[in-house]
């Protein structure tokens, strides 16, 4: 299935923090976005659609990045 656009406003400390979590993952944000809208599907009692299999998805980091300074 085709990706479609979407445009939304979200608070700016929700906005650092998800950017953030894409980079120590090392997957698109697109990627977190759709996991969590599949997962509130699902809380919902809703049908989750399935992740396309041919998707861009890129091999996640088990541990996220230390973002400290220690050497």
Known sequence: ??????????????????????IDLEIPLNDLFEEALRDI???????????QPNSTKRKRRKEPLNRGFDR
């Open 1 to 22: 299935m085709p990706r479609k656009p979407l445009s939304t406003r979200i608070e700016h400390d929700l906005q650092k923090e998800i950017k953030k979590l894409a």
């Open 41 to 51: 599907l699902g809380k919902y009692g809703r049908v989750v659609v399935a992740p």
